[in-house]
């Protein structure tokens, strides 16, 4: 059973760029986490989704910043307009459902803005 | 409103001394409360977890927590360092939610294990 897969690993973006971010869940997990890491930082919860639903967006930025869980295929974290504070290492959780206070973490995505 | 405190962001060990990695938290909820280990450019593996029973919770890689409501505490202990426990450490809470449930994670404590 593969875990929590992310790609890209590591994403680079200029400054005004897009960057879209996907996870793919364990299988037979419908619920999905995105976390933020920036630098020296604790990681800080943004958004959680189940299929085609926002369950809790309470730690998205306001703007730029927007994320789906289609019925088919990955979960993607948008971030429009990158700007060099959106440099961080992005980790996306899954957890099956009925027991979903057990989150396994994907590698993240590194992101860099140059 | 839930919150998590580390003391320590960096811990220095000898190899099979004792590692003891504090964690306090806050919740109007019960809590249930979680320890993470981070090694270099991975993500998160879950160590352990105290949800509800036995306070004493045991984990993979030989690590333990105590849950103490009445200190607010979740510390991790490993009797003996291994150079391979170097590594970031974050303690992590939630909410008792039927459905789904955000973590909250401490700063995170950076091990570093000295031969």
């Known amino acids: 059973n593969a875990g929590v897969m992310q790609n890209p690993r590591h994403l680079v973006r200029r400054r005004g760029q897009e960057a879209r971010l996907r996870c793919s869940p364990m299988?037979?997990?419908?619920?999905v986490y995105w976390y933020r890491q920036l630098p020296e930082e604790g990681l800080k919860f943004m958004v959680y989704?189940?299929?085609?639903?926002?369950?809790?967006e309470s730690g998205m930025p306001k703007e730029r910043f927007s994320a789906e869980f289609p019925k088919e295929g990955p979960s993607i974290l948008r971030i429009q307009q990158v700007v060099r504070g959106d440099s961080a290492a992005y980790f996306c959780?899954?957890?099956?459902?009925?027991?979903?206070?057990?989150?396994?973490f994907g590698a993240g995505t590194r992101l860099s803005v140059l | 409103a839930q919150s998590v405190t580390q003391l320590g962001s960096h811990v220095s060990v000898s190899e099979g001394a004792l590692v003891l990695l504090r964690c306090n938290y806050s919740?109007?909820?019960?809590?249930?409360l979680f320890w993470y280990v981070q090694y270099p450019n991975q993500g998160l593996q879950l160590l352990l977890k105290y949800t509800t029973g036995a306070t004493l919770v045991k984990g993979i890689n030989g690590f333990e927590a105590e849950f103490k409501k009445s200190e607010t505490s979740f510390h991790l202990t490993k009797p003996s360092a291994h150079m391979s426990d170097a590594a970031e450490y974050f303690c992590?809470?939630?909410?008792?939610?039927?459905?789904?449930?955000?973590?909250?994670f401490g700063g995170g404590t950076r091990v570093l294990v000295k031969p």
């Open positions: 919740s109007s909820v019960p809590p249930y």
């Open positions: 299988k037979g997990h419908s619920h």
């Open positions: 992590a809470v939630s909410g008792l939610k039927a459905a789904g449930n955000k973590l909250t």
């Open positions: 959780a899954s957890s099956p459902p009925g027991s979903s206070n057990i989150q396994y």
């Open positions: 989704l189940q299929k085609e639903n926002i369950i809790d």
